[in-house]
């Protein structure tokens, strides 16, 4: 059965949903994302999603489309018509189709496109395992606090990470680890966590935020500063943020364990504390 997509104010079967071939997006990756998990058919942090949309848009001088009232009403209507009970809605919007020239348009209607795709998050498969990850040295561009759809390099070094049986790569830059190709990096270490600040070399997670703050009120302390790979093979714990896998542990970085090999009690206790806060909502 096709799903149900969204372009351009329209629910159409996802064969007929078509965009140009002078699409920014498509020429010059000129187009900015959202990924919103969606648990127990609800949606996770919409407003926060939502805020962070504008923020990229603003970035790039792109128009707002739609406010943040009609993307919730695409973001359900989606999630309704595709029948989601767990999973995501993916949105995307452009600067739009215009002759190509390297100069932003004057006058180009925003491309906006949203789907949904199912998968196991609270059950996610990687939890009880633990994630396994390689270095890649950071080359993607140096504004990664905007969350454009320019992932070549991170599908590269994931891709890569998945040929030598692994889950993700954590990106490493000028000696310190800034993120993995999708989620925030953690470790634990003497007791604190750390994650690197937030700056234009990372993307301000929704999930690192939610995190810091449930570790905050939990009486963990945790420091917004950057380490080094040699820190977290060192640690007691290691572990990733993101909207759809929410926290998961890390026990192998470049093949060898940190700490004992196995999911660690931090990342596994802020893991339940995130979905205990979902239910309480
Ligand atoms: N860093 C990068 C590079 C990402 O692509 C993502 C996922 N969109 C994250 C971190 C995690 O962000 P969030 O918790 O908002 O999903």
Redesign the pocket.
Known sequence: MERIAYINGEFVPESRARVSIFDRGFLFADAVYE?TAVIGGRLVDFPAHAR?LARSLGELSIDPPADAPDLLSIHRSLIERNGVEEGSVYMQMSRGAADRSFLYPHASESTVIAFTQEKKIVAHPAVARGARVITADDLRWQR?DI?TVQLLY?SMARTRAAESGCDDAWLTEDGVVT??????AFIVTGGRIATHPLDRK??P????SVVIDLANDGGLKVEERAFTIEEAIAAEEAFM????TIVLPVVRIDGVAVGDGAPRPVALELRRRYLERLSDG
């Open positions: 990924v962070r990664r969350k991170s993120e993995a190709t999708s989620s925030n990372i993307l997670g929704i999930t690192r943020t993101s909207s759809t």
